[in-house]
């Protein structure tokens, strides 16, 4: 008789929860490291107090229909008075680390450094502290899209005037943090801010964006914002601190619906445009050829007397390239490619990649539309990434599984973690790929930005309805904190 775990697995499909998948029975290095994140406006809450500034988050969840189920994250979480909790919730799971953002507008209330909140610096303080006091490593995240609201109103990453805006304000983190914090993200998922999120906005609520164009001007001040803060603190910083700084970038990995020659080059484009749009530069200084050559050639088609994409100097292309000490990748689901590149479409970067996108309908879905599970396409993607940028270390830094509200018994977030793990496991042993992190999203329930929190993606359940933001251990906290502590993902490991 095959182990329990795989006859659990195998009767699972016949509910439809997920395939039957043989889990490896390796186990994560001694070095290995296990963490959890979440993100400031997700969980802070405190969004008008002790001198903290507005975010455009905050304007958005009090002046729009943006919000799906009409919530705010005015007090999410209440991590800002509950920070104790998040610490206790994190010693339980045993995690290495825990990676959080600060809240630009908490720390520069106006977005300028002319104007700095004491309560702020106070506030990550007194985190930073509680997790080192824990044994638990603060991975600090610069910017995860909470920007001040008067910053946007000046064109926010559209304005290349933003590079110094922020660079400002890394200088500060690094200044009162960097004694302590050795592991720090720039910007998180630029993809999701500067490409899909425009494309939100036009196709939920019908605004008015100048899509083929702002994608591409917000990608390249990341790009160059990324690398002013790198270098500063190579400079400034590095000595001193020996700290170590990446960009997390968000990707699927793009699966060829048929093996033509069409179809095979349209997933690799996928791969360019999604992944190569930042992690190009930052390993070979420019961006991919596919994409130079994709946007150049539909602009000229398209009537524009200059491609659309934006031109690194020379200068900038040398200081990019290398700009990371290791690669940072959110992974959550993949993805089926087909070719439509003969057809020439509006200016949009989602049109501009020429190809369709679409998920399997035999992969399981979840609470989140956009999210359906095939572990395969993680080991794809690390060996992808292990190839084609140099075999560099890798760490995930978000991944999880969506589920309904009040799901406490929470089997498919389970199964997630164990399939994706898995094949993380097959990565590092079978392929060779430098994995050497695994991040959980996310601690807790949260906000999750447009869809309020009709989703949840939390390995601890939070209760919105109640003051006191009551955190409960999900079944895959036990699960989560199994796995951390045997470094294995079944009762018997090789």
């Known amino acids: 008789m095959p182990p329990l775990w795989i006859v659990v697995g195998c009767l699972q499909v016949l509910l439809k929860w997920t395939t039957c998948q043989e889990i490896s029975t390796l186990t994560f290095?001694?070095?290995?490291?296990?963490?959890?994140?979440?993100?400031?406006?997700?969980?802070?809450?405190?969004w008008n107090e002790d001198g903290k500034g507005e975010s455009r988050w905050d304007y958005i969840v009090h002046n729009t229909n943006f919000i799906l189920d009409g919530s705010t994250g005015d007090v999410a979480c209440d991590s800002y008075h509950k920070y104790q909790d998040d610490i206790a919730a994190l010693k339980e799971l045993g995690v290495n680390y825990y990676r959080f953002s600060i809240s630009w507008p908490r720390l520069l209330p106006n977005g300028f450094a002319n104007e700095v909140n004491p309560a702020g610096i106070e506030y990550y303080n007194n985190l930073i502290d509680g997790l080192l006091a824990e044994g638990i490593e603060p991975w600090v995240t610069m910017y995860h899209w909470d920007i001040p609201n008067l910053i946007y109103y000046l064109g926010s990453w559209n304005n290349a005037e933003i590079v110094d805006y922020i660079t400002e304000l890394a200088d500060l983190a690094f200044q009162h943090f960097g004694d302590r914090v050795k592991t720090w993200i720039t910007i998180n998922e630029p993809l999701t801010f500067c490409a899909h999120f425009p494309n939100a906005t036009v196709t939920l609520y019908g605004q008015t964006v100048p899509v083929g164009i702002t994608e591409y001007l917000c990608g390249h001040n990341v790009l160059r914002a990324h690398t002013k803060i790198y270098r500063l603190y190579q400079l400034k910083y590095k000595n001193s601190q020996g700290g170590r700084i990446s960009l997390a970038l968000n990707a699927e990995y793009g699966i060829p619906e048929t093996d033509s020659e069409e179809d095979?080059?349209?997933?690799?484009?996928?791969?360019?445009?999604?992944?190569?749009?930042?992690?190009?530069?930052?390993?070979?200084g420019d961006y991919p050829r596919t994409m130079i050559d994709y946007i150049r050639n539909y602009s000229a088609l398209q009537g524009y007397p200059v491609t659309r994409l934006p031109i690194f100097t020379l200068t900038e292309r040398v200081q990019i390239k290398g700009a990371y000490d290791f690669i940072a990748i959110n992974h959550y689901t993949s993805a089926i490619i087909s070719d439509n590149s003969s057809l020439v479409l509006d200016a949009s970067y989602e049109n501009d990649d020429g190809l369709d996108a679409k998920k399997d309908p035999s992969w399981e879905g979840s609470a989140a539309s956009w999210l359906a599970v095939y572990p395969e396409g993680f080991r794809q993607l690390l060996v992808y990434i292990k190839e084609n940028y140099n075999d560099p270390e890798i760490a995930v830094t978000e991944q999880g599984y969506a589920d309904e509200p009040d799901t406490i018994n929470d089997t498919r977030r389970i199964n997630y973690y164990q399939t994706y793990l898995s094949e993380a496991l097959k990565a590092i042993h079978e392929d060779g790929v430098?994995?050497?992190?695994?991040?959980?999203?996310?601690?807790?329930?949260?906000?999750?930005?447009?869809?309020?929190?009709?989703?949840?993606?939390?390995?601890?359940?939070?209760?919105?309805?109640?003051?006191?933001?009551?955190?409960?251990?999900?079944?895959?906290?036990?699960?989560?904190?199994?796995?951390?502590?045997?470094?294995c993902l079944v009762d018997s490991c090789d």
Request: glycine letters at 6%; proline letters at 3%; a negative charge.
């Open 29 to 46: 290095p001694d070095s290995f490291l296990f963490g959890a994140a979440t993100s400031a406006y997700q969980i802070e809450g405190a």
């Open 434 to 487: 430098k994995l050497t992190a695994y991040t959980a999203w996310s601690l807790l329930d949260n906000f999750e930005w447009n869809s309020g929190y009709s989703v949840r993606f939390g390995l601890y359940h939070v209760d919105f309805e109640d003051d006191n933001r009551t955190r409960t251990p999900k079944e895959s906290a036990e699960f989560y904190k199994k796995v951390i502590a045997t470094r």
């Open 264 to 284: 095979i080059a349209a997933a690799k484009r996928k791969m360019d445009f999604e992944l190569g749009w930042f992690l190009n530069p930052l390993v070979y």
